[in-house]
């Protein structure tokens, strides 16, 4: 590797990983929060947030495109189990 090769690589201080570990660490204590959130609801406040949340989405202009997703069947299968009632 030449000068001019090293000189174009762009080198991060020691300031700069301080601050990228101090939002991983933000990332990561919120993450902690929603999931201790999540935890704390019952089944049914579950279901009913996500059925909000997947309403909500249907209108995004990327959601027509996903096709890992088939909720319908997650909340026929809650209603035959006796988890939701709509």
Known sequence: MDRTERSATPTASEWDRAYMR?????????HEIALAEHLALSGTERLVTSVVWTRANLGLATWSLRTDDQPERFYERA????????
Not at 25 to 30: T, V
Not at 79 to 86: F, S, T, V
């Open 22 to 30: 101090r939002i991983g660490r933000w990332k990561h204590e919120g």
């Open 79 to 86: 209603k035959e189990l006796g988890l939701y009632r709509p």
